[in-house]
């Protein structure tokens, strides 16, 4: 499967950003879709995972209740709805895709394919 994540850019401290990443290529409902994101010098961070089905929903203690992870499997699409911002969450953000639908992990190594990052920034 391919992966396109976009929607990074610049956004000030509080403010709301959604971030998309396009899936093409195998059935989507085939993988468990995730979230990661990188900042400079720092390890590949667990954002949010969701199960092929929309559920097994799970956070990061650093984004829960302020980021949403959602997907539509008629667009191949999963989402990342990120409010109230901090500079902190500063980075890039990339998508990634599980094909183990039976397993609920937060570690990159057991995401086989990934998109290219897409940056966001927030200001102070």
């Known amino acids: 499967v391919q992966l396109q994540a976009c929607g990074g850019g610049l956004v000030q401290a509080g403010g709301s950003l959604t971030l998309d990443c396009a899936a093409s290529?195998?059935?989507?409902?085939?993988?468990?879709m995730a979230w990661f994101r990188q900042s400079p010098g720092k390890e590949r961070e667990f954002v949010a995972r969701?199960?092929?089905?929309?559920?097994?929903?799970y956070y990061s203690e650093s984004v829960m209740g302020r980021f949403t992870i959602s997907r539509d499997n008629f667009k191949k699409t999963v989402y990342l709805h990120m409010n109230s911002l901090k500079p902190e969450d500063t980075a890039a953000y990339f998508c990634a895709a599980d094909e183990y639908t039976g397993r609920i992990t937060t570690n990159p190594v057991d995401y086989v394919y990934w998109g290219r990052g897409t940056l966001v920034t927030v200001s102070s």
């Open positions: 290529g195998r059935t989507f409902m085939d993988y468990v």
């Open positions: 969701i199960g092929w089905d929309g559920g097994s929903i």
